[in-house]
């Protein structure tokens, strides 16, 4: 019997024109209302995924790339998460739903407060993806912090989220109705926190959450982290309940990159197992190898125009101006501000040789391979059901986070052949329980 994965959707677009620069836009539905993602939110939760995570930038980008991001709408528009994820959770029963947060911009205590009524109103299913990009900085009157203290922020801005989440001492909700006191002062924790980043006071004005009781943090809203440096896997380590993986996807790096997150949790006292390793994955779906081996060749060869969209998507992925580039020359790295993720700049060089002219990186981000082979992710259901079950088998992966926007035709596109197939080899569970996020995460 394959080994049962966990499975979720990163919203990768993000709240914003969802379907644009694809004939499904055609099907009118309006990307700035809620319906169009409460209906793939109720798919994702019929597939059994355990949770959606949806992606955001705070900012439409530097006023040199403004229109660059716009232009195709691949970085702005895009509206709050935040705000989306309760209608969401109208539509749905047991669906986590993890909207993303700078853990720069969001001060703790409003971060506290917001998921903690979350928390509540979902009945135990709202995780965090907690991120911790400065390109925004500007709009918030902030510094620019680099690389490493962005995270030394985050860590900070963690320990203070939690300590508000706990701040209420068992028995501190006392609800007795014969003398109608509701709680008990003398049992929150009044703590004065002043640290590097962040100065507040406690406690918390939201109720504790069930599950918490005893010093533990079972009731605590899930932590999702995505970044891929080794500051980034130091702290899903320390911190996080999921860990949202971009890397290359084969048995040796998924190991090394669970070995390297899983050495980082026992550090800190945790227990490995208590962490759910994630990877990316956007396949694409043929009726047959003789499609697959169709769609290959097609795209062996890119005309410019194919180039210059590939050019545009690269530059957005990586936050950094790539259309001027000398596609004759080689990339120079240099080019990348230290904040762009690790894992997106990795995603464009792989493993090529420095000398390789820029025309060639782009030029194999068009190329599709054969997931069969491992060129690539064009397959047939059955061999990206083989792909999936061999991570679980032999490099004991934990699941997959399917990567599109939330459009109803990409979410049946990806799943309507891969769910039945999944389910019928036992890799993917038939239901989710009523427990919330953490607790499904923790069934298996
Ligand atoms: C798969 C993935 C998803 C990410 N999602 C977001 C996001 O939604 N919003 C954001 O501001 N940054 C996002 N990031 C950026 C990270 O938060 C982080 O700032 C960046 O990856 C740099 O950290 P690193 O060097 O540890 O990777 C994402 C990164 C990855 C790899």
Not at 49 to 73: C, F, H, T, W, Y
Not at 324 to 351: E, M, T
Not at 402 to 426: W, Y
Not at 433 to 442: I, K, P, V
Request: glycine share 10%; net charge negative; aromatic share 8%.
């Amino acid at each position: 019997m394959a080994r049962l994965q966990h499975f979720g959707w990163f919203f990768g677009r993000g709240f914003g024109p969802q379907g644009w620069l694809r004939p499904d836009w055609h099907w009118n539905l309006r990307w700035d209302r809620p319906g169009l993602y409460q209906q793939s939110a109720t798919e994702l939760e019929r597939a059994g995924l355990d949770l959606l995570i949806i992606e955001d930038s705070l900012s439409p980008g530097p006023k040199e790339q403004l229109d660059l991001r716009v232009r195709g709408a691949l970085g702005a528009p895009k509206l709050d998460p935040l705000q989306l994820t309760p209608w969401l959770f109208a539509a749905t029963e047991h669906l986590g739903v993890a909207p993303t947060v700078n853990a720069g911009v969001l001060p703790p205590y409003l971060a506290a407060r917001s998921f903690a009524t979350l928390q509540h109103l979902s009945d135990y299913r709202v995780g965090i993806n907690v991120v911790t990009d400065v390109k925004g900085s500007r709009h918030f009157g902030i510094p620019e912090l680099d690389h490493d203290a962005s995270y030394d922020r985050a860590e900070e801005w963690m320990h203070v989220v939690r300590r508000l989440w706990h701040s209420w001492a068992d028995g501190a909700v006392v609800e007795d109705t014969e003398t109608w006191r509701y709680a008990d002062g003398a049992k929150l924790d009044a703590f004065e926190h002043r640290g590097e980043y962040f100065s507040l006071d406690g406690p918390l004005n939201a109720p504790p959450f069930d599950g918490n009781e005893g010093g533990k943090a079972d009731g605590d809203p899930v932590i999702v982290s995505p970044g891929g440096s080794g500051r980034g896997l130091e702290f899903a380590g320390r911190n996080s309940d999921v860990q949202l993986a971009l890397a290359r996807l084969d048995v040796e790096t998924v190991r090394a990159y669970r070995a390297r997150i899983h050495e980082a949790a026992r550090a800190q006292g945790r227990v490995p197992a208590s962490l759910r390793i994630l990877f990316v994955l956007t396949p694409e779906i043929v009726a047959s190898t003789e499609e697959a081996d169709r769609l290959v060749a097609a795209s062996a060869h890119p005309s410019d125009s194919d180039l210059h969209e590939v050019i545009e998507r690269q530059s957005i992925i990586t936050e950094t101006d790539l259309t001027g580039l000398d596609l004759d020359r080689p990339l120079d790295l240099a080019v990348f501000g230290q904040h762009v993720s690790k894992g997106s700049i990795g995603g464009l060089v792989g493993n090529a040789d420095p000398a390789t002219p820029l025309r060639e990186l782009f030029t194999a981000k068009y190329r599709k391979g054969r997931i069969s082979d491992g060129t690539g992710f064009v397959g047939t259901v059955g061999e990206i059901a083989d792909f999936i079950e061999e991570l679980g088998d032999d490099a004991d992966n934990d699941g997959f986070i399917f990567n599109g926007d939330l459009h109803p035709a990409t979410v049946h596109r990806t799943l309507d052949a891969l769910v039945p197939e999944l389910r019928q080899r036992g890799i993917l569970r038939r239901e989710l329980g009523g427990g919330g996020l953490r607790s499904n995460l923790l069934d298996f």
